[in-house]
Nanobody, 124 residues
Framework: QVQLVESGGGLVAAGGSLRLACVAS????????MGWFRQARGKEREAVGS????????TYADSVQGRFTISRDNAKNAVYLQMNSLKPEDTAVYFC?????????????????WGQGTQVTVSS
């Protein structure tokens, strides 16, 4: 398993932006598919987006398409989630996840390693 540590969460007003980061404790980071998920209070965890090892393929949930962007820096063992035009309904704990698989996936079961999460709160 890979240890994942998220950072960058916080409180932001609606319409604002945040950039989340997730750093992985593996020298083989470039081999991992990475995903971002979120869980709002009282709701099930849902997929936000996914990126393949080469950044060639990216997949987003319809709810964040056009507002959120996933990127990665394999030299830094890091994946990022740039969140723009934030809405109150984006309020959740955001998790990054890793899998030693190709392509992208929005399925939680396809990921073997998870971070502890970082809280994002968007005020109206």
């Amino acid at each position: 398993q890979v240890q994942l540590v998220e950072s960058g969460g916080g409180l932001v007003a609606a319409g604002g932006s945040l950039r989340l980061a997730c750093v992985a404790s593996t020298r083989a980071f470039r081999l991992y598919r990475m995903g971002w998920f979120r869980q709002a209070r009282g709701k099930e965890r849902e997929a936000v987006g996914s990126i393949d090892w080469s950044s060639t393929q990216k997949t987003y949930a319809d709810s964040v398409q056009g507002r959120f962007t996933i990127s990665r820096d394999n030299a830094k063992n890091a994946v990022y989630l740039q969140m723009n035009s934030l809405k109150p309904e984006d309020t959740a704990v955001y998790f990054c996840a890793a899998a030693t698989s190709s392509g992208t996936s929005m399925r939680q079961g396809d990921y073997s390693s998870w971070g502890q999460g970082t809280q994002v709160t968007v005020s109206s």
